[in-house]
């Protein structure tokens, strides 16, 4: 039993313990905010200048064999990510992390390019992915690559792009990169002197437009397109990945390509894509006979990149490996300054006609087949 005299005493002692901790709790709120406000204060001083944030994924890799990889699928599309490996490629990963010169004081990387390649380390494709370095280094783009498998099949792609782009998200606005440029592995760089930033759609007319796509002749064509830094974008590779939980009927014939085409086709997402002409950022790779009669789908002299999307013969590292050894030649047919190339002209074109309420249908049309000097 307690007499109330005790009581008295524990409750006294009850009371200074608890306004003892109420005090340091005070005094600990107020310094936080002290600290926060002061570097706060100075955003600059807290920034990193042009740190892209693609570290967590440069040095990492697995060996994982990617079982339903389309490669040597019958169709000239998409087909990405398969076996691969190996972050040791000297330029791979430093590029990564450095994305070196022209993003200077303060100012944050509004470009970055991304990419995937795991399971077994396959030279050709490293070589293929290091052809970017020249180009990334020169305008400073981060280059993320995914090295490790996410989910089965091709669905990396869109995890990976929604970590990306998710990242990018959080944090504060002008820290943000503005654009990405996806891009399969089997690509070469072929002109690092065209910048990213020709492509992408005037402001503010086209602010509503969030994915620059291509057509090949089966449709859609993901191996190469650029998706704005939002939320809409985020949005929009969140359903192209859920359609197989929600809509399982809907059959995906190029799985993530037909996946992202399907969610194209809803009315909501339509007006956020603009389907450019296939050859400005993903044109296939040309013979003589094509560069002279302008085959819409080939690649000029002069194009930013080649993409090795068919490989029916069984013949795309060789042809990667021919097409990769002209660029690293910088030969000066293929390697010049945009203004000796068409794009400016034929970019500014398409922008204009379709403010003017040409359909992105026959402007392609016109431009696509057209030859360049
Ligand atoms: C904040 O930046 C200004 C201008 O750059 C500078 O003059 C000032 O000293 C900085 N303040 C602090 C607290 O660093
Ligand atoms: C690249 O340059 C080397 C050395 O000049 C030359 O031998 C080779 O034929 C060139 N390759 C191509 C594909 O033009």
């Not at 490629?89 to 509004?110: G, K, M, V, Y």
């Not at 191996?223 to 809409?232: K, L």
């Amino acid at each position: 039993m307690l007499s109330p005299h005790r009581l008295a005493k524990y409750l006294l002692v009850a009371f200074f313990a608890i306004l003892a901790i109420g005090i340091w709790e005070r005094s600990g709120l107020p310094q936080g905010l002290a600290h926060f406000t002061a570097t706060t204060g100075n955003s600059t001083e807290v920034q990193v200048p042009g740190t892209p944030t693609a570290e967590p994924h440069a040095g990492t890799s697995l060996s994982e064999g990617d079982e339903d990889d389309a490669t040597d699928g019958p169709f000239e599309g998409s087909v990405s990510a398969d076996s691969e490996n190996d972050p040791n490629s000297e330029a791979l990963p430093s590029s990564n992390l450095q994305p070196s010169a022209p993003s200077t004081e303060a100012s944050f990387p509004r470009f970055a390019k991304i990419t995937a390649t795991f399971g077994e380390r396959d030279p050709p494709y490293e070589d293929a992915i290091s052809s970017h370095n020249l180009h990334n280094e020169l305008h400073g783009y981060p280059h993320f690559i995914l090295r490790e498998q996410m989910l089965r099949g091709l669905w990396s792609k869109h995890a990976y792009i929604l970590t990306i782009i998710g990242n990018e998200l959080a944090k504060p606005a002008h820290e943000r990169l503005a654009w990405l440029m996806w891009h399969d592995r089997d690509t070469v760089l072929m002109n690092p002197q065209i910048p990213l930033d020709i492509f992408v759609p005037p402001s503010p007319a086209f602010d509503h437009i969030h994915l620059l796509v291509t057509n090949d002749r089966n449709g859609l064509n993901n191996g190469v397109f650029f998706c704005r830094v939002s939320a809409a974008s985020f949005k929009f590779f969140a359903s192209a990945l859920s359609i197989r939980e929600y809509e399982p009927e809907i059959q995906l014939k190029y799985t993530e390509q037909s996946g992202m085409e399907e969610v194209i086709k809803r009315e909501n997402w339509n007006s956020a894509v603009a389907y450019v002409p296939q050859r400005w950022f993903n044109g296939f790779p040309p013979t003589e006979k094509s560069l002279k009669s302008g085959k819409a789908s080939a690649a000029r002299p002069g194009s930013l990149l080649i993409h090795f999307a068919s490989n029916r013969d069984g013949r795309r590292p060789e042809r990667m490996a021919h097409w990769g050894e002209i660029a690293k030649n910088r030969s000066a047919e293929w390697d010049k300054p945009v203004e000796q190339t068409g794009y400016l002209q034929e970019i500014a074109e398409y922008w204009e006609r379709l403010e003017n309420g040409d359909s992105q249908e026959s402007i392609i049309e016109d431009i696509e087949d057209r030859v360049w000097d």
